[in-house]
């Protein structure tokens, strides 16, 4: 308890120095509304923040898109494959089948044209008779045996046919969310850095304070209400390692869609730490929340993992002591930060 104290501290105490080494008077802070003529006043980089803010996290929200369409592209292709193997197969059955088929007709019809029954009843051998009789009703058996085999294996193709077609129309489908999901990513990015390139140095240097204090302030606000009073569980043996596998990420860059080596968004993050602990977990943030079992605040563990916002377009792993390790946005690179300081939707735990 006393560690977690200390971190949670260690935390809130950076965020304070970061906020009180912050200029003290606001930058172009918004005066009087200037006389008509005159042009639109300029923004407050308050008002820069926020609308920075927007477009990233709309830009994330389309990431999820993109990452869940390329998810279910990727299924459907390895389905189009596996249907387009089975229909092979059935194929080859089905030839197999008419070939046997044909040499029963050929034996019929090298045995006078007629068939088994009407040869046994020309016997005098009663014997001959009685055996013939016996492999006649086996032959009969084998030969309703393989008309029917032939007709389903038939059956199977035409619905491994119509699968792959359904297939086929559901990843041109998918593929199109993508290109729509990849245009609305680039757009909201490139609206953003248009943003960012039109400022100074040192309003860049101070847009970054007031991003930090803007965490600071969410994340103090958080640990007053008592969330973290009652949590106080270890990490599993699955949940240590994969928050070891995240840590050792911290500096590698966001770069929307990737799951690393290099780089990563904030769910390539997460699902390959777990998938690194043995766990395979959906790919999005948004799959992320819909399927993985719910977890109350207070009984959360390091290695759970925290979803934000109310589209859920947004997830961290909790590490312990109110932070979480997490890749932020583009321009950002993987980092630890408090737990609360987004809207936090609620916790899953990819091990229960």
């Known amino acids: 308890m006393n560690r977690r104290r200390c971190a949670t501290a260690a935390i809130t105490l950076v965020c304070a120095l970061t906020v009180l080494a912050s200029p003290g008077q606001a930058f172009a802070a918004p005066g009087p509304p ?171 240097e101070r847009l970054l304070q007031l991003e930090q204090q803007a965490q600071y302030n969410a994340q103090t606000a958080w640990l007053s209400t008592g969330a973290l009073k009652d949590v106080n569980s270890k990490a599993s043996a699955q949940g240590k390692k994969a928050i070891r596998f995240a840590t050792q990420q911290i500096g590698k860059p966001y770069v929307w869609g990737a799951e690393g080596p290099g780089s990563y968004d904030c769910s390539g993050l997460t699902s390959q730490a777990w998938a690194a602990a043995g766990r395979g977990i959906p790919r999005t943030s948004q799959e992320q929340w819909r399927l993985l079992p719910r977890i109350a605040v207070k009984d959360m563990r390091p290695g759970d993992l925290i979803i934000y916002h109310a589209d859920a377009s947004h997830v961290g792993m909790y590490i312990g002591d109110g932070a979480i390790v997490h890749a932020p946005r583009p321009g950002r690179n993987v980092t630890i930060t408090g737990a609360g300081s987004m809207a936090i939707l609620g916790v899953v735990r990819p091990d229960k």
């Open 34 to 204: 200037p006389p008509a003529g005159q042009g639109v006043p300029k923004k407050t980089l308050e008002q820069v923040r926020l609308e920075l803010d927007s477009l990233y996290r709309k830009a994330s929200s389309a990431t999820d898109a993109y990452n869940l369409a390329e998810e279910q592209a990727d299924k459907q292709s390895a389905e189009i494959v596996r249907l387009a193997q089975e229909i092979v197969k059935g194929q080859a059955r089905i030839d197999d089948l008419k070939n046997r088929v044909g040499a029963t007709a050929r034996a019929q019809y090298r045995g006078g044209g007629l068939p088994p029954e009407a040869q046994l009843v020309l016997t005098d051998d009663p014997q001959l008779f009685l055996d013939g009789a016996g492999r006649i009703q086996q032959g009969q058996k084998a030969t309703r045996d393989l008309l029917g085999e032939l007709t389903r294996t038939q059956a199977d193709l035409a619905a491994y046919s119509k699968d792959a077609s359904a297939q086929w129309r559901k990843l041109e489908a998918n593929r199109l969310k993508q290109a729509k999901a990849k245009k609305e990513i680039n757009d909201r990015i490139a609206a953003a850095k248009k943003i960012e390139d039109r400022l100074e140095k040192q309003e860049r």
